[in-house]
């Protein structure tokens, strides 16, 4: 479905120049284009309203909004709603991504089924079992939109596209109660919504960062009890509306369960946080090739190879390797070709399976570091800038990413946080290669690729690992990136892993033999 219906992103900006500009490029380059983003400048010290002005001369859609005094995130979202003549309105915190047909997804659901509110995916970077992540696009009716959208236990609004008309009909303004200033807006707003559709395709990556509002250090007792004070006041909102409208937000099984998972947490003290090094945006112009092999990908291809362009890091060539589809994926590549010129064709003359692509790919490369993707899988915003970060910096062979296994989660690999592997059995050990051998997990230097004549056998399901194996193993550093996340989809009816092979594995359980004790 079609719409153009106009959307006002409203983003609070205060001190945030490391990584505005990244927030105002993913929203600039949205594949939906009728929006108003409004940047409520509420007296920054730093350089972050130099940044917003120079990209308003290069953006029309961009509104500036100034405060004469700080006022602080509640007061800032209000001004920017105050600003705003969007049908729709979305707020977004200053150093967040999402992905790249985000208000596409969310706009086109909320139009075709006239609902007052949209919600989207969430993943929480620094706490990754946290994440939001809905499997299906659903509408969801009464007491269901409490439970779904889980608003009672996490209110961030940024989670919502909301409806102009509603929003003022019900008269929602922020109170000034930080930290929990969303909660007491939000959760009247899923109750009162006509209904509410989840967008499983709509991804906000929630950063978290060190200069987040949220995490700006307390300098005195005074402002440590305010803040507790508004907590209070924050969830004492929340219970009274809970109790007046008789919510219920869980059924006795489940606070049992809830009970028990608590106390096995203690336990283990699983804290579970992903800490990636600080990354400097636009410091590093190394160019990768992204080698993506396509056959009959159609339904995916598009989305996939926009959450490749539209990366924070831009200096990539994307090789798409055409292995003689039969559907529509080589019109697809070739339309987006002509629209981006870092995409390069390679063609076969005839369907020779996954491990030969991604050798054409090779062969065809022209970037100092290679990264081997899937046709129908995604990967966060700024995974390229975080990978070759890591892997100049630290002058390592490989970088390898945090992998989310979409199907399978219990399989999903977290690093803890950024490292760098020198000896061999920690390289094996830590990036989890023998289990876990996926070529796409690795940006990989070129040069080392070709030094070792590394080649992928014609061994599929099992092509990556005697590749993958000796590469890390040979490596002379390997940088783990927890803040880089693959998406891994392996979808039923586009996967060229659901071919049947026989595969023989003795050479690479000789290369465990001698090699790995």
């Known amino acids: 479905m079609k719409t153009d219906e106009k959307i006002s992103v409203i983003i609070p900006v205060y001190n945030s120049e490391k990584y505005l500009r990244q927030t105002l490029d993913c929203i600039c380059s949205q594949t939906y284009k009728n929006l108003e983003i409004i940047c409520v400048l509420d007296c920054p010290t730093d350089h972050s309203a130099e940044i917003v002005q120079e990209i308003t001369k290069k953006d029309s859609r961009v509104k500036l909004v100034e405060h004469s005094q700080n006022k602080g995130l509640p007061a800032a979202r209000n001004s920017g709603v105050e600003n705003a003549t969007g049908e729709y309105l979305h ?6 991504l999402t992905s ?12 075709q089924n006239d609902a007052d509110v949209v919600t989207c995916s969430v993943f929480y970077e620094k706490k990754p079992k946290q994440s939001i992540l809905f499997l299906d696009n659903e509408v969801v009716l ?8 889980k608003i009672a236990f996490v209110g961030w609004a940024w989670r919502y596209l909301i409806k102009r008309n509603f929003w003022d009909k019900h008269t929602f303004s922020f109170p000034d109660l930080v930290p929990l200033e969303d909660l007491p807006v939000m959760l009247p707003m899923i109750y009162y919504a006509n209904k509410v559709v989840t967008c499983s395709d709509a991804t906000y990556f929630y950063k978290n960062r060190e200069s987040s509002i949220l995490n700006t250090k307390l300098r005195n007792l005074e402002q440590k009890k305010s803040r507790e004070e508004n907590r209070r006041k924050a969830l004492k909102i929340k219970v009274d509306f809970v109790k007046k409208h008789r919510i219920k937000l869980r059924s006795e ?3 049992r369960c809830r009970k028990y998972f608590r106390r096995y947490l203690l336990l283990r003290k699983d804290g579970m946080t992903c800490q990636n090094d600080p990354i400097e945006y636009g410091k590093i112009n190394k160019k990768i090739s992204v080698i993506i092999p396509i056959y009959n990908a159609e339904k995916y291809l598009k989305q996939t190879l926009d959450s490749v362009r539209f990366q924070t890091y831009k200096n990539l060539e994307v090789v798409c390797v055409l292995d003689c589809p039969s559907d529509h994926s080589a019109k697809i590549a070739k339309e987006i070709a002509d629209e981006d010129s870092r995409i390069k064709l390679v063609e076969h003359t005839q369907n020779r399976g996954l491990p030969a692509a991604r050798n054409s790919g090779v062969e065809n490369a ?4 290679i990264h081997f993707m899937d046709a129908d ?7 390229y800038e975080i990978m070759i970060s890591a892997a100049v910096k630290n002058d390592a062979d490989v970088s390898a990413c945090s992998v989310f296994y979409e199907k399978k989660q219990w399989r999903s690999i977290w690093f803890a946080k950024s490292e760098v592997l020198l000896e061999k059995k920690d390289k094996i050990r830590k990036t989890e290669v023998v289990m876990s051998s996926w070529a796409w997990r690795y940006l990989i230097k070129k040069n080392f690729w070709n030094k070792h004549d590394f080649s992928f056998p014609d061994l599929v399901p099992m092509e990556d690992k005697p590749v993958m194996l000796p590469a890390i193993y040979h490596a002379n550093k390997v940088a783990l990136c927890p803040n880089a996340v693959y998406f891994y989809k392996n979808r039923e009816d586009s996967s060229i892993l659901r071919e049947k092979y026989n595969v023989t594995c003795e050479k690479l359980r000789g290369f465990l033999k001698k090699r790995v004790k």
């Open 377 to 383: 899988d995604l990967i966060s915003p700024d995974f």
């Open 91 to 96: 707020f977004m915190d200053s150093d967040d």
């Open 253 to 255: 099984f489940e606070q």
């Open 142 to 149: 009464g007491a269901n939109k409490i439970k779904k959208t």
């Open 100 to 111: 790249p047909n985000f208000y596409e997804t969310l706009i086109n659901a909320a139009v």
């Open 366 to 369: 022209t970037g100092e570091y």
